[in-house]
């Protein structure tokens, strides 16, 4: 496994530089930031991320010629697995059809509002060099973001994805869907809990506004405002001093993050529900390739004992509903509830790691000992 960690982060270094060496000065300004640092100051910005239709940070596809925006997307593809990088790119191109749905006419004071042109990329520190570095994707329900220590692949998360519509007509009567399967195996695996489980499994009748956590930089149960989500001086919602999950009261403390993770164990599933677990858990984990996904840890059985499934909403299929998936270094977030449930977000993070802390203290406490 680092072997591989260690040729998937000597592809990123490859495709950083190269993309890195096209730009003129004026690009390079905007495109690269401070390199990861233990506890730098530099590390709020490379820590603050987003979901949003906002300023993520970095260059954007507007400030590049084509031939550059084929080398970003080699940048983010050496980050992803092949399925991955296909909802990725699904994903930026669901702008244009969401501006559809609008009529072509929402505006927020900018040239374009949906807008698959407004996606970010920023290298932080040297790729490839010696000292750790890292790189961050993102744009309207995308948000990638890895760093490198001492060759190898440290973190991949926060690891965002959303879809907006969630489900779109093809031709020939079939449907895009590309976070489908992570809804349809979660609904049916608490479907399929006997009555005492599913009771435990579902935490609250009412499905949240939105993913729990948010955008925060660490999960730590804090209730975060809908303006957390915009970048500052950007558009900002109605309503943005509200919690993004819209709950408050019994409600709120129901679906609050804790330490000790609320809902059904997967120890208490049988093994045609622990296989769903499992295949729900690729549907996250597998956004990125073999050397860096952490799903062969919960061929386990331990690990898989650990995993929480919980549950808030109808389990009806087109009502709004939200899951989450939480064990040791795991949180699985889902939510579908807007526009008449077709608008879904889906997030993977690790609550002890996310952005790599605890490698890059690791790193600094090493080599950088006074």
């Given at each position: 496994?680092?072997?591989?960690?260690?040729?998937?982060?000597?592809?990123?270094?490859?495709?950083?530089?190269?993309?890195?060496?096209?730009?003129?000065?004026?690009?390079?300004?905007?495109?690269?930031?401070?390199?990861?640092?233990?506890?730098?100051?530099?590390?709020?910005?490379?820590?603050?991320?987003?979901?949003?239709?906002?300023?993520?940070?970095?260059?954007?596809?507007?400030?590049q010629?084509?031939?550059?925006?084929?080398?970003?997307?080699?940048l983010?593809?050496?980050?992803l697995?092949?399925?991955?990088?296909?909802?990725v790119?699904?994903?930026?191109?669901?702008?244009?059809?969401?501006?559809?749905?609008?009529?072509?006419?929402?505006?927020?004071?900018?040239?374009?509002?949906?807008?698959?042109g407004m996606?970010?990329?920023?290298v932080?520190?040297?790729?490839?060099g010696?000292?750790?570095?890292?790189?961050?994707?993102?744009?309207?329900?995308?948000?990638?973001?890895?760093?490198?220590?001492?060759?190898?692949?440290?973190?991949?998360?926060?690891?965002?994805?959303?879809?907006?519509?969630?489900?779109?007509?093809?031709?020939?009567?079939?449907?895009?869907?590309?976070?489908?399967?992570?809804?349809?195996?979660?609904?049916?695996?608490?479907?399929?809990l006997?009555?005492?489980?599913?009771?435990?499994?579902v935490?609250?009748?009412?499905?949240?506004?939105?993913?729990?956590a948010?955008?925060?930089?660490?999960?730590?149960?804090?209730?975060?405002?809908?303006?957390?989500?915009w970048?500052p001086?950007?558009?900002?919602?109605?309503?943005?001093?509200?919690?993004v999950?819209?709950?408050?009261?019994?409600?709120?403390?129901?679906?609050?993050?804790?330490?000790?993770?609320k809902?059904?164990?997967?120890?208490?599933?049988?093994?045609?529900q622990?296989?769903?677990?499992?295949?729900?858990l690729?549907?996250?984990?597998?956004?990125?390739?073999?050397?860096?996904?952490?799903?062969?840890?919960?061929?386990?059985?331990?690990?898989?004992?650990?995993?929480?499934?919980?549950?808030?909403?109808?389990?009806?299929?087109?009502?709004?509903?939200?899951?989450?998936?939480?064990?040791?270094?795991?949180?699985?977030?889902?939510?579908?509830?807007?526009?008449?449930?077709?608008?879904?977000?889906?997030?993977?993070?690790?609550?002890?790691?996310?952005?790599?802390g605890?490698?890059?203290?690791?790193?600094?406490?090493?080599?950088?000992?006074?």
């Open positions: 496994m680092a072997d591989r960690s260690r040729e998937v982060a000597a592809r990123m270094a490859e495709a950083a530089l190269v993309w890195l060496d096209s730009l003129d000065p004026d690009q390079r300004r905007a495109a690269v930031g401070p390199p990861p640092a233990a506890g730098g100051g530099g590390e709020a910005e490379r820590t603050r991320w987003f979901y949003t239709p906002t300023d993520h940070g970095g260059l954007t596809f507007h400030q010629r084509p031939a550059q925006h084929r080398l970003v997307m080699r983010v593809a050496s980050g697995s092949e399925a991955g990088y296909t909802t790119a699904t994903v930026l191109g669901l702008e244009n059809v969401l501006d559809r749905v609008e009529g072509f006419s929402i505006d927020w004071g900018r040239e374009r509002t949906r807008d698959p996606y970010y990329l920023r932080f520190g040297e790729p490839g010696a000292e750790p570095w890292g790189w961050r994707f993102g744009g309207h329900h995308v948000s990638l973001n890895n760093l490198v220590v001492d060759g190898r692949v440290a973190a991949a998360t926060p690891c965002f994805l959303g879809a907006d519509p969630a489900v779109s007509p093809l031709l020939g009567g079939a449907a895009l869907r590309p976070l489908g399967t992570a809804e349809d195996l979660a609904r049916e695996l608490v479907r399929s006997r009555p005492g489980a599913a009771a435990r499994a935490l609250l009748r009412r499905a949240p506004h939105d993913v729990v948010g955008n925060s930089t660490r999960v730590d149960g804090r209730e975060l405002r809908r303006s957390e989500l970048r001086g950007r558009h900002v919602p109605d309503r943005a001093d509200h919690p999950t819209g709950l408050a009261g019994t409600d709120q403390r129901a679906l609050a993050l804790t330490p000790v993770p809902g059904v164990p997967g120890a208490e599933l049988d093994a045609a622990r296989e769903l677990l499992r295949a729900l690729g549907t996250y984990l597998d956004r990125v390739p073999a050397g860096v996904s952490p799903l062969a840890r919960y061929e386990e059985p331990a690990a898989l004992d650990a995993v929480h499934l919980a549950w808030a909403g109808s389990t009806a299929a087109g009502e709004p509903h939200y899951y989450r998936l939480q064990g040791p270094r795991l949180l699985i977030e889902w939510t579908n509830i807007h526009r008449g449930v077709n608008h879904a977000h889906a997030v993977w993070r690790d609550p002890v790691a996310d952005f790599g605890d490698v890059l203290a690791a790193h600094h406490a090493a080599h950088h000992a006074p």
